[in-house]
């Protein structure tokens, strides 16, 4: 049998943003033929990405600029665990408007954590206002068809 490349979405979200923008990388990446686990932040253990060959992060920004409270010990972890030969890709949900100097940075935060395993950034972090609109849908699918041809 043909091994399938395994991807798993780990997410935090409050109001739906980023459940939505998860489902529309679920929906994706099993387009493009890929075995898919979505996992909520609160379920994932810190090396939940072990057995995957792609890891996804997506995920709000709360507080000042900060990552979820119940990504929080999945964030601290993630920077110490050894990710090299797996390859990694973020997206952000957040508020431009009203937060424009902290906009999703908990997904730069991600960025710097998944650096620090040695994990390969397959696709540059997308950055979403609130909820996927047309036009974001087109850069998710951008992001899905990099992360399968890194
Ligand atoms: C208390 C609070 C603080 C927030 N702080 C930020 C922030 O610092 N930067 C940002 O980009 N968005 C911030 N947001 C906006 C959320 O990240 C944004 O609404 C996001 O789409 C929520 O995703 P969800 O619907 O998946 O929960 C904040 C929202 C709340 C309620």
Redesign the pocket.
């Known amino acids: 049998m043909v091994q399938m490349t395994v991807v798993k979405i780990v997410?935090?979200?409050?109001?739906?943003?980023?459940?939505?923008?998860s489902e529309i990388l679920e929906e994706k990446f099993k387009a493009a033929g890929l075995e898919v686990e979505r996992i909520e932040a609160d379920d994932a253990e810190s090396d939940v990405f072990a057995d995957a060959d792609l890891a996804v992060v997506a995920?709000?920004?709360?507080?000042?600029?900060?990552v979820?409270d119940e990504f929080e010990d999945f964030y601290n972890a993630l920077s110490t665990e050894t990710l090299s030969g797996k390859v990694y890709g973020v997206v952000?949900?957040?508020?431009?408007e009203?937060?424009?100097?902290?906009?999703?940075?908990?997904a730069d935060l991600f960025e710097a954590a998944f650096e620090a395993t040695g994990a390969q950034q397959g696709s540059a972090t997308v950055?979403?206002?609130?909820?996927a609109e047309a036009d974001d849908v087109t850069r998710l699918q951008t992001f899905v068809d990099e992360l399968v041809k890194a």
């Open positions: 997410y935090a979200s409050m109001t739906g943003n980023v459940e939505g923008i995920t709000y920004t709360y507080g000042v600029g900060e979820p952000g949900s957040g508020d431009q009203m937060h424009a100097t902290t906009f999703c940075r908990a950055k979403i206002d609130q909820d």
